[in-house]
């Protein structure tokens, strides 16, 4: 039975060590056979929700004026076989940690001081062929697990520049009558539409709020409250990322919208589900678009 490690001259949470110095699944070894048993017994009804935003591709030639700076989100070419055309398929060009995508982190995508989970130097890890360990490729079989909401704005949207702290995510599975376990993906509502970018006013988690998800050894972050503002609390900038992933090797899904998930919840009576992640099984890559399923 492993327990979460913390450096001794270091308040930062840190999983680093803790299965191994060549460890590259992170969080996601907390998914354990049992972990997935108990998860596939939240499927009662049958119902479906999804957590992703739609996308629309631009044109690749004649497209409107690129947001973000000049980035899109996807890009599509039509191309067409035969003549006259008997069947029709689409080069798509994704810009893949784009705000508008919605997205899995691999435990890569975030470099500290030269350095990427679990503390491993960046040129052991990836060279100019991608990445060669904790890549994509820890998404492989997919991740199922049992998924907990915690609805931080049952009365509206969190304010601007809010930071979540731990007590907001105790006080959110209080009111929601559920308990995180180890191994669950936790799905934080804050009541923000994270797909747009508005010069990053949104609110923000705190050190002190992924450290709450350490010790409750979630495996999985979804959510629509995201790093889009510096902390003021230790001086660490974007904890989801630079501690959560960097630190404790735990996978995020960017951008996900769990808007109708706090719907059926309400309807449903409970704020637990079971939840399904299965992007492409695609190897060497920092992150890939992904369609997060909740099953009740």
Known sequence: MTTPTQHASQALPTNVGRWGDDDERGTLNLVTEEVRARAVQEARTGRTVSLAYP?????????????????????????????????????????????????????????????????APLASRVNAAGVSLGSTSIFSQGVVTRGVLLDLAPDGPLPVHYGVTAADLDAAAQRGGVEVLPGDAIVVHGGWDTSQDIGGKFPGMTVDAVSWMHRHDVSVYLGDIRDARPTQDEGIPSPLHRVGIARLGMPLVDSANPTELVTACREEGRNSFMLVIAPQRLDGATGLPVNPIAIF
């Open 55 to 119: 996308l629309r591709p631009t044109p690749l030639i004649a497209g409107p004026t690129p947001p973000m700076g000049g980035s899109v989100a996807v890009q599509q070419a039509m191309m067409f076989t035969g003549s006259p055309s008997v069947a029709m398929a689409e080069l798509l060009i994704t810009t893949t940690h784009h705000p508008q995508v919605t997205h899995i982190d691999a435990l890569t995508h975030t470099i500290v001081d030269g350095n990427v989970y679990p503390d």
